[in-house]
């Protein structure tokens, strides 16, 4: 299968059993479910999948559930991540060996080395396989920002990366990496809550989180949105931004897995140092999903 980047693909949550082991079975029928509804690829062992704090043979086994559970009909994207470019480069060789189709790959966890000591760990953790790889650009989290014109700089390098998944929150890096790539890379939006102002600019693809529990909903937003249908794409963008918000504070983990956990399609585990929510916090997302639930618009078939 050939890696295609464009349209809706989840950074799917992890879900656990009670003793916070990896729910495989249910694993498998939720991506099936979200690949039913539209999305275009699954991407795991990421933030949101909280993935941090997996062991490789987690990491590993999760990749060969989701490939297994989706079979040919979407291809599997590895999230590689880790505090040293050797085991970052292993577990893309593991991903690859598992049955992924491509890599999405992040700057290393902790250390905010510069451009040289970054371009270093991107180009050997993408030369490291012959995937299609995504880069992934979110320096609000992780500290580290690539530059468009680093971008760029590594796409001339790279002939394996087709796509940038840009996390910055602001939509002129859209504008700018087109401007010096061209159509040379795939720009997907990682930030829920401005899905449709990078589509405006130019972005074909989005990683998306509450999808994990709204895909059709996800999906016709994004469609409607790049059909440029701007008036249901509002509709749809002002029901759902009090969800989407969600995807954009510390806690975003738990707030998505409440949200699943509501919808009837995971549970609210995490794995400490998370913990679930409680409290105020806890009764103020119940109400702004309770909300969202009681105005959920229609859906095309």
């Not at 002002?238 to 969800?243: D, Q, R, S």
């Not at 918000?245 to 794995?271: S, Y």
Request: glycine share 8%; proline share 4%; with cysteine.
């Amino acid at each position: 299968m050939t890696m295609n980047w464009t349209g809706v693909m989840p950074a799917i949550t992890t879900c656990f059993d009670a003793d916070l082991n990896i729910d495989h079975e249910f694993t498998a029928r939720h991506v099936n479910w979200l690949v039913d509804n539209g999305c275009t690829g699954i991407v795991t062992n990421g933030s949101l999948g909280e993935g941090g704090t997996f062991s490789l043979e987690e990491k590993i086994s999760l990749w060969k559930t989701v490939v297994d559970a989706v079979g040919d009909r979407v291809p599997v994207v590895a999230a590689i991540a880790s505090m040293t470019t050797a085991d970052a480069c292993l577990q893309a060789v593991e991903a690859e060996t598992a049955g992924c189709r491509g890599l999405m790959v992040l700057p290393p966890y902790v250390y905010r080395g510069d451009w040289r000591e970054m371009k270093y760990h991107i180009s050997t953790v993408v030369g490291a396989t012959s995937l299609s790889c995504m880069l992934y650009n979110n320096p609000v989290a992780y500290g580290t920002d690539f530059l468009p014109e680093q971008i760029a700089e590594l796409a001339a390098e790279l002939p394996n990366l087709h796509a940038v998944k840009e996390s910055s929150t602001d939509v002129r890096r859209i504008t700018a990496i087109r401007a010096i790539c061209g159509e040379r890379l795939r720009i997907f939006v990682g930030v829920d809550d401005c899905i449709v102002e990078g589509i405006n600019a130019g972005a074909t693809g989005w990683i998306a989180g509450l999808v994990s529990a709204f895909p059709k909903e996800s999906v016709d937003l994004f469609n409607v949105a790049m059909a440029g249908e701007a008036e249901r794409a509002r509709e749809i963008y002002e029901w759902f931004l009090p969800l989407l918000r969600l995807d954009t504070v510390p806690k975003f983990v738990q707030l998505i897995k409440l949200v699943q956990e509501k919808v009837g399609w995971g549970n609210t585990r995490v794995r400490p140092p998370r913990l679930e929510l409680v409290g105020e916090e806890l009764e103020d997302t119940l109400a702004i999903i309770d909300r969202a639930l009681a105005t959920r618009p229609a859906t095309k078939a």
